[in-house]
C-alpha cells in the first residue's frame, strides 16, 4: 500500500474516531441522567427521591433534605437540568399529592453550589424582565414572592411563589435566553430566528390587587382552550406553549390517562389550569345503563381525587352524547363545545389552524385533543395570534366567570355567548 492511501485511510480514521467522540459527547450533554443515579428516602410519612452525584454536591442535598419536615410534606421529587457546564436541580414538595412548595438549586462546573447572581449580572433588571413578563400575561405578583430557578437548553424556568399566609399560589413563566442576553453571565446557543418582546425601559409596577378576573378582564375578547382524552406525552409541551403566554386551560382527561400520568395531571394543577371529567374509559354515554354511567362518572372522579385529593368541577361527556335523560345523573355542569378545531380527524396543523381562526369568537369554547403532535404544533401558532388579535385564553370556569354566567349542575354549556 503506498504511503498516499496509508495517509488518507490514517485521516479517514481519525476523522471517523472524533465523530463518535463528539456524539458521545453531545449525546452526554443532552442526557443528564449519566451524572447521577436516584436515590430514595422512605420513612412511614415521607418519601423522598433525589438525585445522588458521589461528589460535594450531594452534601449540599443532604442539608436540605435532611431539614425537610415531614408534618408538611409527604412527598418530594426532583429535576435535574444540565446546561452549559451548570447542573440546576428543581425539588417539588408534595401533601396529599397536592404541590405545597419549590426549591432550587444551581451548582457551577466545579460542583459548587451558586446563586442567581452568579448566572445573571444584575438580579433587578432580571425581575424586572419577569414583572413585564407577567403583567403581559395577566399574572399577579405582590411584594413578598420567592422565586425558584431552573436552567433549560433554551430558556430559563422561574416558579414564583406567592405566600400570603394562608396559601400558597404558584406561577410558572419561561423567558427565553435571548430576552437575557444583556445580563447573562454565560454563552448560550442562540436562536437566530427568535424576536425579543421584553423591555426594561420602564419599570412594571408590582400588582397587589384582588380584584376578580371579570374585572381585570375584558369579555369582549375572551376565549376558552379545552383539551381533551389526556393526559399524554404532549400536554407537558402544550402547558410550556400555554405558559409562555399566561394562557390558562380546561383539560378534560381520562381515567386510564391519569393512572398512567399521574405526574402530569398534578402538573396541569400546579401551574393553573382546570382539570374536568372525561370518564374512566371514554364511555359513550347514552347507550351505558343508569348504573354504568354512575360507575364511569363517579370512577373516574375517585381516580381523579387520589391523585389531586380534588373532586372534579366540570364534565364533558366523551363525543359530547349526553341526552337529557341522563343529565340529572351529573352533578356538576356538563360543557360542550363552539367550535371543534376537527383535529382528531385532520391530524394537519395546518388544516386545524384554518379551522379554528375562521370560527371562533369571544365567548367561544374551543375543542382540542392534547394527544396528538399535530395539535401542539397548532397551539404553538395559535396561542400567540389570539394574543396578537387582543384576546385572552382562559379556563371554562373563567371564562363563565368573566361573563358573569353562573354554571350550574345537570345543565349543559356550548359556549359564554
Known sequence: MSSNKRLGLY?????IITLFIFLISFAKESDSSYLYSNKTIKTSNLTIDYPFFNNKIDDELWKYISNINNKNVDKVSYIVSYVYGYKSILFT??????????DSFIFNDKNEKIQIDNIVNDVQKLKEKIAIYSNINNISLTENIKYDYLLKSDELQI??????????????????YNELDDILLFDYIKDINYQKVLTTTSV?????????????ISKDKVIAFTFD????KYTIDILNILDAYGAKATFFEVGYMMKNRGEIVK???????????????????????????KEKVSGNNDIFKSITNQDFPLLRPPYGN??????SLIDVPIIKWSVDSRDWESRNKDKIIELVKKYT???????????????????????????????????????????EIELEPSHVYYSAK
Do not use: W
Open 267 to 293: 402538573e396541569v394543577l400546579a401551574r393553573g389550569h382546570e382539570i374536568g371529567n372525561h370518564t374512566t374509559d371514554h364511555s359513550n354515554l347514552n347507550k351505558l345503563s343508569t348504573a354504568k354511567i
Open 159 to 176: 416558579i414564583m411563589t406567592n405566600n400570603n399566609g394562608i396559601s400558597k399560589n404558584f406561577n410558572t413563566i419561561y423567558i427565553n
Open 93 to 102: 414538595k408534595y401533601l396529599d399529592n397536592k404541590i405545597v412548595d419549590y
Open 229 to 232: 382524552d389526556g393526559p399524554s
Open 11 to 15: 485521516i479517514i480514521s481519525l476523522v
Open 361 to 403: 369568537k369571544t365567548g367561544d369554547i374551543i375543542l382540542f385533543h392534547d394527544l396528538y403532535e399535530s395539535t401542539k404544533d397548532a397551539i404553538e401558532v395559535l396561542v400567540p395570534y389570539f394574543y396578537e388579535q387582543g384576546y385572552t385564553i382562559v379556563t371554562v370556569s373563567e371564562l363563565f366567570e368573566i361573563n
Open 204 to 216: 412594571i409596577p408590582i400588582i397587589t390587587t384582588d380584584d376578580s378576573l371579570k374585572d381585570k
Open 322 to 327: 349526553c341526552k337529557e335523560s341522563i343529565r
